[in-house]
């Protein structure tokens, strides 16, 4: 390779080898649409996960909730809402024995991934002893898509 470009040095060659404008465009164009496509596939499927974890993070809190029926023989009122699995409740009826970490862990209950806080309703719209909602990420109720109610009623 040397001595090619040192052949071509000695014959007083002057041209340059490069890219020209159009081919570095071409490149630039292609980039840009495989870029558009990863984006908005990777978009599309961070709005599923989100719908994903906040299943997941539902299960969590019925699983508190189960330990907490379990251990008291009732699930926290409305009024003490899901506070009750992460702190003793003040609110009448207060558990005469209450587990020093709480039944989730954590000191705090977590939003939904949208950060929006989880609903707590006792009962349930359904009859059933309670019900968690996530409203979506539109944080409203109802909605379609990823903005549709997410309702422990309903996993």
Do not use: C
Request: no cysteine; hydrophobic share 35%.
């Amino acid at each position: 390779m040397l001595n090619y470009l040192n052949h071509n040095l000695d014959n007083g060659d002057t041209t340059r080898r490069g890219f020209t404008l159009i081919e570095v465009l071409v490149v630039l164009v292609i980039v840009m649409g495989l870029a558009s496509v990863v984006g908005i596939n990777v978009i599309r499927h961070q709005a599923e996960s989100r719908v994903e974890t906040a299943k997941l993070q539902i299960s969590v809190l019925e699983q508190a909730l189960q330990s907490y029926y379990i251990d008291h023989g009732r699930y926290p009122t409305q009024a003490q809402g899901l506070q009750a699995l992460v702190e003793r409740p003040t609110i009448s009826p207060v558990p005469r024995d209450f587990p020093p970490g709480g039944y989730l862990g954590r000191t705090r209950i977590p939003d939904d991934p949208w950060g929006n806080p989880y609903i707590y309703l006792a009962p349930g719209r359904a009859g059933e002893p309670y019900e968690i909602i996530s409203y979506g990420s539109d944080g409203e109720p109802g909605g379609t898509g990823t903005a549709a109610d997410i309702s422990s009623s309903e996993l």
